[in-house]
């Protein structure tokens, strides 16, 4: 086979409320709305496409790892560590739920976030070189 895949388009995030859920990843990350009904909402955000989907009580993007510890699902990049601390400031500053930035024994740091349905997320210093390379322009 000489095709392969090439991105990922879209990732679905289960919530309750599509219209508070939409309008917090609009207000607080700076996601951009493109279509919205009472199902679900389409997000642009971070170079990808979020659906928001209306969902049943208690689920979540959110998994547990072999020794009982919730994972996320989704790794957001920053371009730097003066990026990280910023974003986290700004979050905790806006009275979303963060942990501490953290040295997980690789390259870079990281702290997680959640969504207002408790969907958790990490954000990682360390931009893909690729990304960098391909999309983003020298100052």
């Known amino acids: 086979m000489s ?3 090439l991105r990922i388009g879209t990732i679905y995030i289960p919530v309750i409320n599509v219209e508070l859920s939409s309008e917090w990843y609009v207000n607080e990350l700076g996601a951009e709305l493109s279509y919205q009904d009472e199902d679900k909402a389409i997000l642009n955000f971070a170079n990808q496409s979020l659906f928001l989907v209306k969902s049943k009580e208690n689920q979540s ?3 547990y ?7 996320f ?3 957001f990049e920053v371009d730097g560590l003066n990026a990280l601390e910023t974003i986290h400031k700004d979050f905790s500053d806006k009275g979303i739920r963060v942990g501490d930035i953290e040295n997980r024994g690789h390259s870079g740091r990281n702290f997680i976030f959640f969504d207002l349905e408790g969907n958790k997320f990490d954000v990682w210093s360390e931009l893909s070189p690729i990304f960098r390379e391909k999309y983003l322009t020298s100052p």
């Open 61 to 63: 993007s959110n998994f």
């Open 65 to 71: 790892d072999v020794y009982g510890v919730e994972q």
């Open 73 to 75: 699902s989704i790794t």
């Open 3 to 5: 095709e392969k895949l």
